[in-house]
């Protein structure tokens, strides 16, 4: 296929084992007009040199080294550097199918939009299929920035940037916030505004690769990942940026301040709900005041308000029954 060029920004930090299969996959591309930028954000077991090495195998691919400073770094990193016309992003243990860039490319020319998405699966460390967390729709869709607001709020959206191929007009002046961990919920969540209609495709053409130790999966139980309390923060800049007079968004983004919340504390250890925890207990104080609006609110279920009644009650109790029906503390 014909078009402008796409650059593929890919963050790297300590990727050795994976890295290789998500750049054959990105290589592979039946849409061969490609600018492949490889971000090594000061990896420490060889991934850099191993850059180097994938470069020389396909001219298509830049290398850049810089000091550890996490994903948003490295992906800002690339776009200082983008050359395409169209910009998308690939995590570096994921990998993609050969026809995705081209089919997100031939929707945004179809539909006339500035964003595509496609569907996602999610693969665990045998390769196995995981549950699916966000399921695509059955055909090609095409969603208003407001209705794809509503989806992202229910936890129906899906808010990755690596399933979405942008017009670089999108990005041009604008860079992922730095040192977050859900990065691309916060930073969609300030762009829908000026992208408009986005269209999703239903294949699931991006793969996640699930593998314990990245950023949002910890396999030590005391370990608390910080995305839990970044999906918090979140939830406070929605608040701040839904237009008051939209009565239904507003209960929506209330619901999601509650039930991120009720993540939160649903995955912090118990050691860690402490008196000096400030963001801990900040969380219990909005959820108690929140508590009253939370019953009636008619997009939370009947699970989530017996979980928020809980909490406000007892919530390092609760934490601890949780722990124990889940086994954790076997």
């Given at each position: 296929?014909?078009g402008?060029?796409?650059?593929?920004i890919?963050?790297?930090?300590?990727i050795?084992?994976?890295?290789?299969?998500c750049?054959e996959s990105?290589?592979?591309?039946?849409?061969?007009?490609?600018?492949?930028?490889?971000?090594?954000?000061g990896s420490?077991?060889?991934?850099?040199?191993l850059?180097?090495?994938?470069?020389?195998k396909?001219?298509?691919?830049?290398?850049?080294?810089?000091?550890?400073g996490?994903?948003?770094?490295?992906?800002?990193?690339?776009?200082?550097h983008?050359?395409?016309?169209?910009?998308?992003?690939?995590?570096?243990?994921?990998y993609?199918?050969?026809?995705m860039y081209?089919?997100?490319?031939?929707?945004i020319?179809?539909y006339?939009?500035?964003?595509?998405?496609?569907?996602?699966d999610e693969?665990?460390?045998?390769?196995?299929?995981l549950?699916?967390?966000?399921?695509?729709?059955?055909?090609?869709?095409?969603i208003?920035?407001?209705d794809?607001?509503?989806e992202?709020?229910?936890?129906?959206?899906?808010?990755?940037?690596?399933?979405?191929?942008?017009?670089?007009?999108?990005?041009?002046?604008?860079r992922?916030?730095?040192?977050?961990?859900?990065?691309?919920?916060?930073f969609?969540?300030e762009?829908?505004?000026?992208i408009?209609d986005?269209v999703s495709?239903?294949?699931?053409?991006?793969h996640?690769?699930y593998?314990?130790?990245?950023n949002?999966?910890?396999?030590?139980?005391?370990?608390?990942?910080?995305?839990?309390?970044d999906?918090?923060?979140?939830?406070?800049?929605?608040?701040n940026?839904?237009?008051r007079?939209?009565?239904?968004?507003?209960?929506?983004?209330r619901?999601?301040?509650?039930?991120?919340?009720?993540?939160?504390?649903?995955?912090?250890?118990?050691s860690q709900?402490?008196?000096?925890?400030?963001?801990?207990?900040?969380v219990?104080?909005?959820?108690?005041?929140?508590?009253?609006?939370?019953?009636?609110?008619?997009?939370?279920?009947?699970?989530?308000?017996?979980y928020?009644t809980l909490?406000?009650?007892?919530?390092?109790?609760?934490r601890k029954?949780?722990?124990?029906?889940k086994?954790?503390d076997k």
């Open positions: 296929m014909e402008p060029l796409i650059t593929v890919v963050p790297v930090y300590n050795m084992e994976y890295l290789p299969r750049v990105i290589c592979g591309q039946t849409y061969r007009k490609l600018e492949i930028l490889l971000v090594d954000d420490t077991d060889g991934t850099g040199a850059c180097d090495e994938l470069a020389e396909d001219a298509r691919i830049r290398v850049f080294h810089q000091q550890n996490g994903s948003s770094s490295a992906r800002n990193l690339g776009l200082d983008a050359s395409g016309e169209y910009i998308g992003f690939v995590d570096s243990d994921d993609i199918d050969p026809g081209g089919n997100l490319y031939r929707a020319t179809t006339k939009v500035r964003v595509a998405q496609t569907g996602r693969r665990d460390e045998q390769g196995g299929r549950p699916d967390i966000c399921v695509p729709p059955a055909g090609p869709e095409r208003g920035s407001r794809f607001l509503k992202l709020l229910m936890h129906r959206g899906d808010c990755s940037f690596c399933t979405k191929l942008f017009h670089r007009s999108i990005l041009e002046t604008r992922f916030p730095a040192g977050a961990l859900n990065e691309d919920f916060h969609l969540i762009l829908l505004p000026e408009g986005i495709l239903p294949e699931q053409a991006y996640v690769f593998r314990m130790g990245s949002s999966r910890k396999a030590d139980r005391e370990q608390f990942s910080r995305v839990f309390a999906s918090v923060e979140n939830a406070d800049l929605v608040m940026l839904v237009d007079e939209d009565k239904e968004l507003t209960v929506i983004a619901r999601f301040g509650i039930f991120q919340r009720l993540e939160y504390l649903l995955h912090i250890p118990v709900m402490t008196g000096d925890n400030a963001f801990y207990r900040q219990v104080r909005t959820l108690r005041r929140e508590f009253f609006a939370g019953l009636i609110n008619p997009f939370l279920t009947i699970k989530n308000k017996l928020m909490f406000v009650i007892a919530p390092k109790g609760v029954l949780h722990r124990r029906i086994g954790f």
